[in-house]
């Protein structure tokens, strides 16, 4: 059987695979859909990371296709009625990267409270902004709202409390009854009483139809002001031209963004130049340690589909 990676994957998982397989890796495919189009025909699995788009037109080329690897956990890049009316069985790699998103949303939440780490080329030029950098806020006794109450967030909460934080959730999935809520500790409120009470706001919540711009410019008004906004879901979920507006004004605090309506980033983004924000190129679930967690959990899995649909 043959299998086609098109994007990054774990040397050790792609060796594994090897030895089963028919291994095609090519990690740059992601940038030639002709050649994606092509190479897909004769696959019996697919694997990918968040950029490849698995749509309709690339199921229609693949005839042979009988897995989709996913490499993290978002599936808005994948038609998943399209794979369940072929029987193509899809395996994202569920939990595999929870810890390393959350510690990033910890990390960039103290940055932002903190707001002194940016001095560094001013402090080795031999200024000494002290007085204008001697204003940072703890987060101990502050609020933490985490909405998208999965894997994610309650670790996020998990290690929140673990800095004396409240954390607050809201999740349309989850009854304010859900164990979750008493075995973390957080307490269950509706999104915009949410918005109104935490400190930090961070997202964990998949792009969906009813969630694209959930954060838009009446949502962002309803936050406290000074709060921080921090996204590692997707992009969709913020209308990032409101939050521009209110990252410029002063309204919020800051904000940390590790995803976006479109990527790259555009030049000309309303996100340019903008003061106390975070910008990362959609890499919160990846650390070597999820890197190797992803990749072992996608091999694994295909595998099997393959390997069961050969039995």
């Known amino acids: 059987m043959r299998v086609l ?3 990054f994957m774990d040397a050790p998982a792609v060796d594994a695979l090897r030895q089963r397989f028919d291994l095609r890796y090519a990690p740059d495919m992601v940038e030639q859909r002709g050649a994606l189009l092509e190479a897909v025909r004769d696959a019996d699995a697919l ?3 968040n950029r490849s788009q698995v ?6 080329a693949a005839p042979r296709l009988l897995a989709v690897g996913r490499l993290g956990v978002g599936l808005d890049n994948i038609d998943l009625p399209g794979c369940a009316a072929r029987g193509i069985q899809v395996v994202p790699a569920t939990g595999a990267n929870a810890r390393a998103v959350a510690e990033y949303v910890i990390g960039t939440m103290l940055a932002l409270l903190r707001g002194a780490y940016a001095a560094t080329a001013d402090v080795a030029a031999g200024h000494w902004p002290r007085a204008a950098l001697s204003q940072g806020l703890e987060a101990h006794g502050r609020t933490l709202g985490v909405v998208g109450f999965g894997g994610i967030g ?3 909460t998990q290690l929140a409390r673990g800095l004396g934080m409240r954390v607050v959730g809201s999740d349309a999935a989850l009854p304010p009854g859900h164990p979750a809520w008493k075995e973390t500790g957080a307490a269950p409120l509706a999104l915009d009483e949410l918005l109104a009470q935490a400190d930090v706001v961070t997202l964990h919540v998949p792009l969906a139809a009813d969630t694209r711009h959930l954060l838009d410019a009446a949502r962002i008004g ?3 002001p000074g709060a921080i906004l921090i996204n590692t879901s997707r992009g969709g979920i913020v209308d990032e ?4 507006a209110a990252l410029r004004s002063g309204r919020l605090r800051g904000a940390a963004l590790d995803v976006f309506e479109q990527e790259p980033l555009p030049a000309g983004s309303p996100l340019e130049n903008l003061p106390n924000l975070i910008l ?3 890499i919160a679930g990846l650390t070597q340690e999820a890197n190797t967690r992803v990749s072992d959990m996608v091999a694994t899995g295909v595998t099997i589909a393959l390997t069961g649909r050969a039995g």
């Open 5 to 7: 990676i098109s994007e």
């Open 47 to 49: 694997i990918v990371r």
């Open 55 to 60: 749509d309709a037109e690339l199921l229609a």
């Open 154 to 156: 309650r670790l996020a």
């Open 222 to 224: 309803r936050m406290r």
């Open 241 to 244: 031209t409101a939050l521009a």
């Open 280 to 282: 990362t190129p959609h």
